[in-house]
């Protein structure tokens, strides 16, 4: 059973980890940065040690000072969380080495989903359906010579990661060519991988994603769907969970290859499988996150099942402590991703400090944040600062119910997207589930 867990992440899912922790009866260790100092996690964890200066490279994303901090502490396993390094074979490996259980899947495993072209040729292998594709593209040359096999559109992605990183669509051959090397150098910027490929770009497209988790003894679950689809520049802004876009046979079939997925590879602890989603209903895999997500409270609030404490049990040598037939889904529920920016301005980042921090609350709303009345926005690490999850019986009340809490909620002194909610939450479309992928560039924001 693991005792003591170091917490390699920041804000508000390493506030989140802690809370599983104590649950289970398990200490925890946060690390921060110097901007990080005054964060919460690092005043509600059992030990706190700062690991570097405000840059990422030098902290959060700097191995060696993450390993020291969990030998100096006596840690026995690291929760990477999501982001900066949870994706990180190297990282993994190296934990590994050091004799830390790393929560999270075998740095091989990593390795295989974490390269999306690799990850493309082994659901072939599997008989999994994937999108029209290319194998990695060495030139400009060789993408035209791709493209005009597959026909237009397609999207250029990035092996080595997402986030809209590496990503562009191109229309025609003029497009390939402007997009090619731009798409590369963000990738290698963001990746350190400037290694491309290409699909089919489905158009009115929907992007549902399925929660798994599995243990080390050959057992797998998925936990049902989540509809992603209300996203701004390929980052998710909205989730929920049911799909109002699945039927129920539709369901079963996505989630027995969901988990279908996660055998063929030997996939351990939690993760996402990805589908894109065409207009009639014909889905094809598109990428595995070998990781927690950010949006995992949606389904924690349909099942009420603790995604976090099965993660580290899992790790820790259990078995799952659910079964497929054990799993039952309640009501709807959905999510706000709450960012310090300027929707006024084209999204611009905001910095500065809450002068006044009121919660939204009453049944069934839940927030995981991990910031409070004083609390300074650092300028280096990504703006989102809450979650905001709502459940309802229907998703008509569970929408009533975010509005109602979206309304309640302040962050004075700091610009937020709040009022981007509001406004999508009275959109007849969003209300009625005519969403897709690009259904905020609808919205004309």
Excluded at 295 to 307: A, G, K, Q
Excluded at 429 to 439: A, H, P, Q, S, V
């Amino acid at each position: 059973m693991i005792k003591r867990i170091l917490i390699a992440n920041r804000g508000e899912i390493a506030l989140r980890i802690i809370r599983a922790c104590r649950e289970l009866g398990v200490e925890a260790v946060a690390v921060y940065s110097e901007a990080d100092a005054e964060s919460l996690h690092v005043k509600l964890a059992d030990k706190a040690v700062c690991i570097g200066p405000p840059n990422p490279k030098e902290s959060y994303l700097y191995v060696p000072n993450i390993i020291s901090a969990a030998e100096i502490t006596g840690c026995d396993a690291v929760h990477p969380g999501y982001g900066f390094l949870s994706e990180n074979a190297d990282f993994a490996d190296i934990c590994k080495k050091h004799q830390l259980t790393f929560i999270g899947p075998e740095p091989k495993i990593i390795t295989l989903m974490g390269d999306k072209s690799e990850a493309r040729a082994a659901m072939t292998a599997a008989g999994v359906p994937i999108v029209p594709g290319t194998a990695p593209l060495e030139s400009v040359g060789q993408a035209l010579l791709e493209a005009n096999k597959i026909g237009y559109p397609l999207i250029i992605k990035a092996s080595g990661g997402g986030g809209g990183k590496g990503m562009r669509i191109v229309r025609n051959d003029s497009d390939l060519r402007s997009s090619f090397e731009i798409a590369k150098n963000e990738a290698r910027m963001a990746f350190n991988n400037d290694e491309v490929y290409m699909e089919k770009y489905i158009e009115h497209a929907r992007h549902i994603e399925f929660q798994i988790i599995a243990d080390n003894y050959g057992n797998a679950v998925h936990l049902g769907e989540r509809d992603c689809s209300i996203q701004r520049r390929h980052q998710k802004l909205v989730e929920e969970s049911p799909s109002v876009f699945l039927t129920d046979e539709l369901r079963r079939k996505m989630g027995d290859i969901a988990v279908k997925v996660v055998k063929s590879v030997k996939y351990t602890n939690a993760g996402t499988i990805e589908f894109i989603m065409d207009e009639h209903k014909n889905f094809y895999f598109m990428e595995m996150n070998s990781r927690i997500q950010v949006e995992h409270p949606v389904t924690e609030m349909v099942t009420s099942i603790d995604l976090l404490k099965e993660q580290i049990m899992v790790a820790g040598g259990a078995k799952l402590s659910i079964k497929q037939s054990d799993i039952r889904f309640y009501g709807y529920a959905i999510e706000c991703r709450i960012c310090a920016e300027d929707p006024a301005n084209h999204f611009m980042p905001q910095v500065g400090t809450i002068s006044n921090y009121i919660p939204c609350g009453g049944p069934f709303v839940r927030v995981d944040t991990h910031v409070y009345s004083g609390y300074s926005i650092p300028p280096h690490y990504d703006s989102m600062i809450a979650k905001i999850i709502a459940w309802g019986e229907t998703r008509k009340e569970a929408i009533a119910r975010m509005r109602r809490a979206l309304a309640e909620v302040r962050f004075e002194g700091l610009t937020v997207n709040i009022a981007f909610f509001e406004k999508l939450l009275k959109n007849e479309k969003f209300l009625k589930g005519d969403i897709t992928t690009n259904f905020i560039a609808g919205m004309g924001v």
